[in-house]
């Protein structure tokens, strides 16, 4: 997928959230957008699936302008960029496997859907999705009984129940405890590597995006400030991205991932799932 993004603009009233932001992507790489809180992530991430409609520009996928799509071939774009949301956006008293079984919607009959009609290649799809992501035990259990992180797992077995080219996370570990973060963090990435999907993910945090990220963008006040590797990613760099002054330090835009003990790993895995 190659993706063209030229000048695009949000603007709330005389408030600019996002100002003429412009990159390419290219390739199926997992892309971090970083920023403090307010900097415009979410509001791009939800243009580029038209949940939000742009003021002006242009996103090209594959040549396509995605914003200008109606109707069903809008809907084909939606299904192709799955979302990842903070707060999971699961339907709490469902079980599990419904929720999964929800990414479908849209791509089915509303009659079929009403009427909680899967077919059984679907179920099996969807037990066999979260088979893959460690949490297949769940799959009756009410998705509100789950953990933080187990529950963002079966976010993104939703997002993968659509096999979607793109898996668009807009801060998907920010609600989590560091653990659960590493383990969504991890699921992203291998998702990412093993089946070559792009990841585009909104991160608060630097040392999540260096860790995970082939690519990071900055975004300061609407505008992309940093476009570059991991490694590219100085400290001036960060501080042109959060706007910090003298006292600016990482242990303040840090989840602190990769601190726990390998034991405590062991100890909580066993015990979480
Ligand atoms: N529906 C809206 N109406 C008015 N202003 C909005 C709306 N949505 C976002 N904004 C404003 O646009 C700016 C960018 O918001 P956005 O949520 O995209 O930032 P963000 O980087 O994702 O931050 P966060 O991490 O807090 O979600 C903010 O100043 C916000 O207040």
Not at 35 to 40: E, I, L, P
Not at 44 to 62: C, K, P, S, V, Y
Not at 127 to 133: G, K, P, T, V
Not at 167 to 192: F, G
């Amino acid at each position: 997928m190659h993706l063209d993004v030229r000048n695009v603009s949000k603007r709330f009233g005389s408030k600019a959230a996002v100002e003429r932001m412009s990159f390419t992507l290219d390739g199926s790489g997992f892309v971090g957008i970083i920023g403090r809180s307010g900097a415009g992530k979410s509001t791009f991430l939800r243009m580029l699936n038209r949940l939000t409609d742009a003021t002006e520009g242009e996103i090209l996928a594959d040549g396509k302008d995605i914003l200008k799509l109606r109707g069903a071939e809008k809907r084909a774009w939606q299904s192709q960029c799955a979302m990842v949301f903070q707060q999971f956006n699961l339907v709490p008293r469902m079980d599990v496997a419904s929720n999964v079984l929800h990414g479908l919607l849209g791509r089915r009959p509303m009659m079929a859907t009403l009427f909680n009609l899967w077919s059984e290649d679907d179920i099996a799809r969807a037990l066999a999705i979260l088979d893959r992501l460690g949490i297949a035990e769940q799959a009756p259990k009410r998705a509100e009984a789950l953990s933080g992180g187990q529950q963002q797992r079966v976010a993104i077995a939703r997002a993968l129940m659509q096999d979607p080219e793109i898996i668009l996370a807009d801060e998907p570990i920010a609600s989590l405890d560091p653990m659960n973060a590493q383990i969504v963090m991890d699921t992203l990435k291998r998702i990412n590597v093993e089946d070559g999907r792009m990841v585009i993910a909104n991160l608060h945090t630097l040392d999540t995006a260096r860790r995970y990220c082939d690519r990071v963008i900055g975004m300061r006040d609407g505008r992309v400030v940093f476009d570059g590797t991991p490694e590219q990613l100085t400290r001036g760099a960060a501080r042109d991205i959060y706007g910090a002054d003298a006292s600016f330090s990482e242990s303040a835009t840090s989840t602190d991932l990769g601190a726990l003990q390998p034991d405590d790993q062991y100890a909580a895995a066993l015990l979480g799932d």
